[in-house]
């Protein structure tokens, strides 16, 4: 069964201070990893899309990384504004197409 | 706005009821997906549509059953609702549903079963 463990479950940072996010998975055969951002009561809201280990993307102060076993949200100089939960989902080979596997989520606090 | 559209925004029922909720996938997408979201559990996926058919199936009740109609839109139909059933409930919508294709949600339908 897949699995997606994100860490920590929540954080609190000053603003400007800057961290990274866990999330570590278990699937059989990764066809993509996403990262979402979630305000409370609203819907997630796309991000990033990871399809192979070494592979980095970039927007304003997040940047995602991909290995074999895990990914990273490294957010630089936060603002109050990224104060959100942040989901990482993967999408395994076998199964149904998009068969997409969400963690719980990191709910990030920056404070001004 | 990712251009996914959910009605209505909240629903208040009783146990025991039925309920239906809509969803109106982006201009373009012929691939739709339910996820409820429970405070303790996050996103569960329920179910997904392909061009009016059924694609994928996740960890959907049999009390729940969902449709895609010709017009790409989709509805989730709750019976015999219970109290656990209160979550969130979103749509998604994505291009083909194949490969990796990036899902966009909507704003999500809040169900509060008293």
């Known amino acids: 069964e897949d699995q997606v463990t994100q860490s920590p479950e929540a954080l609190r940072l000053q603003e400007g201070e800057s961290s990274s996010l866990n999330c570590s998975y278990t699937?059989?055969?990764?066809?993509?990893l996403f990262w979402y951002r979630q305000d409370p009561g609203k819907g997630p809201e796309f991000l990033f899309t990871?399809?192979?280990a070494g592979e980095e993307k970039e927007k304003e102060r997040l940047k995602a990384t991909l290995t074999k076993k895990e990914s990273f949200l490294h957010i630089t100089a936060p603002k109050p504004e990224d104060s959100a939960t942040y989901l990482c989902a993967v999408q395994p080979y076998s199964g149904g197409y998009q068969k997409v596997t969400f963690g719980i989520g990191t709910k990030l606090q920056v404070i001004p | 706005d990712s251009g996914v559209t959910q009605t209505p925004k909240h629903l208040i029922t009783a146990t025991g009821q039925r309920v239906t909720l809509r969803c109106s996938p982006r201009?373009?997408?012929?691939?739709v997906y339910w996820y409820q979201q429970s405070l303790d559990q996050g996103l569960q996926f329920l179910i997904q549509y392909y061009n009016g058919e059924e694609r994928a199936k996740g960890n959907i009740l049999e009390r729940f059953s969902a449709q895609q109609f010709p017009d790409l839109h989709s509805e989730l139909n709750l019976s015999s609702l219970e109290l656990g059933d209160s979550a969130l409930y979103f749509c998604?919508?994505?291009?083909?549903?194949?490969?990796?294709?990036?899902?966009?949600f909507g704003p999500g339908t809040r169900l509060t079963v008293l």
């Open positions: 699937v059989s055969g990764l066809r993509g």
């Open positions: 201009s373009g997408d012929l691939s």
């Open positions: 990871l399809y192979s």
């Open positions: 998604a919508s994505s291009i083909t549903g194949g490969a990796v294709d990036t899902q966009y």
